[in-house]
């Protein structure tokens, strides 16, 4: 059954231009990968949320992506009608996934996002398969083009999963487990380094839940209801919505 869960957003290509492929006198196009839109709404859904849960401070919306590695942001893409095709099925398919309605507990619940997982991973790698440098002409072979599928997997998680699950989803371990040569090894571990420096800090920077005053009147309604109900039942003395609970003066016999 395909039911809406949530909203879910994805970066969008953008056509260049079109211009020669680096081994032939054939045209392709070029593109971009703009993540504007995509920010936009997690900008404004953390705003929400923060404006609801602690009106009287402003948290900082998640940003795990290590400054020095976003040079990778404005890099292009020389794509072929295959690697499009193929693109744009992944991306496909994890939104599907996306909006299946899995009513099984929360760790079977948990396990189907494996499924979402493969498809973004494998998305972003055939993206990243076709990086364009400018300013050399051809495609780009250097380390960049090895991080730059789990630098898109951080930037697209860490706004769609708990905080101490977005190394996993980002696939970090496949990426620091990579045989590289000595120098590439080194911006690989800082990068993944970093990633997990930054969620870290996260973790541990909690802020105090504020309960807005609306909610917080409804809150002590239902605690009102709740000892009025015991009350009744003879399991507490009562006397008013500021009074003491005290079971031991509480009505010997329990009503029927």
Known sequence: ???IRCPIRF???VFVEEINFPTNNSKAPLYRLDWSKFEDYHKEKHETWNKKWYPSQTIPASDFVP???KTIDSMHYLLDGKYIDEINRCFRQAFDEWQQNKPFDTVIR???LDIQKAYLYVGFKLLCDCMFNKKTDFYERGVLKTIAPHYFLVRFWQHNIGTSHVYDFSMLNKLKERKSSDV???VINNFVNEVEKKILERETNTCSLIVPENQRADVDKSLEAIKQEFYEQGIIS????RGSIDSKNAKSKVKK
């Open 67 to 69: 400054e020095e590695y």
């Open 1 to 3: 059954m395909l039911t």
């Open 238 to 241: 009562y006397s008013n919505s």
């Open 11 to 13: 970066p969008q290509l």
């Open 110 to 112: 948990f396990v189907t």
């Open 184 to 186: 590439d090894g080194i």
